[in-house]
């Protein structure tokens, strides 16, 4: 199946200060990649849609000024944690989505912890 | 709406075989994904079928999909300690996105 990997895998900063997490499709191109925030013991929520070439989509309630999304190009997309918040420390899940089928390739998650 | 509904846990023994059911309500999905997830991963496709179909098999999954219904399962024969997960069923709605259930957590017991 098609690989998606996200950068870093982990990662703990101070609060005030921002992240930048990568997801990129390693062996395709995706013009869509999806940003997801999971809490423990819970399903996936999807914060934003990532379009490359655009800008991206976010779901209601997602601050779009505090994660901000890049989509430079068809293998990467970034979120950037900006002004990052000890209730912002999550797990950051990317998918890239594989035509023609509609599916999502997942990368393996970033673990966000914010001191 | 998109709802998706999943049982959230599911006990069994090695070697027996594993039901995880999943509903939804939006009869206008094209696919439909099994997704499984371990501890501190992200999700791996398991396998998917196409709304078109009843039944797929891929060597121990086993998906069946009752579309009058909307009702979808996926079976794990002969379950073993490294299938133990959380399982996410999932489909695509008529906006692209995948709309997925809140998982199964398959526990399985030497």
Redo the contacts between chains.
């Keep these: ?1 098609a690989v ?1 990997s ?1 950068h870093p895998s982990w990662v703990i900063c101070k609060s005030g200060t921002s992240v930048k997490i990568e997801c990129r499709s390693l062996d395709f191109q995706a013009t ?1 990649m ?1 940003w997801y925030r999971q809490f423990p013991k ?3 929520m ?1 914060m934003a ?1 990532s379009n490359e070439g655009s800008k991206a989509t976010y779901e209601q309630g997602v601050e779009k000024d505090k994660f901000l999304i890049n989509h430079a190009s068809l293998t990467l997309s970034t979120l950037t944690v900006t002004s990052a918040h000890p209730e912002d420390s999550s797990f950051y ?1 990317c ?1 890239a ?1 594989f035509p023609p ?9 970033t ?1 966000l912890t914010v001191l | 709406g998109e709802d998706v509904e999943q049982s959230l846990f599911l006990s069994v023994r090695e070697g027996d075989s594993s039901v995880i059911n999943c509903t939804y309500t939006d009869s206008s999905s ?2 439909l ?1 099994w ?1 499984k997830q371990e501890p ?6 398991l396998t ?1 079928i196409f709304s078109n179909m009843d039944m797929k098999q891929d060597q121990r999954l086993t998906v069946l999909l009752n579309k009058k219904d909307k009702h979808l399962s996926l079976r794990i024969a002969d379950t073993q300690t490294g299938d133990s997960a959380i399982y ?1 069923c999932a489909y ?1 709605g008529n906006t ?3 709309i ?4 199964t957590t398959l526990q399985v017991k030497p």
């Design positions: 199946g998606v996200q869509t999806f819970q399903s996936l999807l849609t899940i998918s989505r089928r509609n599916e999502q390739f997942f990368g393996p998650g673990r | 094209t696919y994904y997704y501190g991963a992200g999700l791996q496709l998917y996410f695509s692209g996105k995948l997925f259930g809140q998982g």
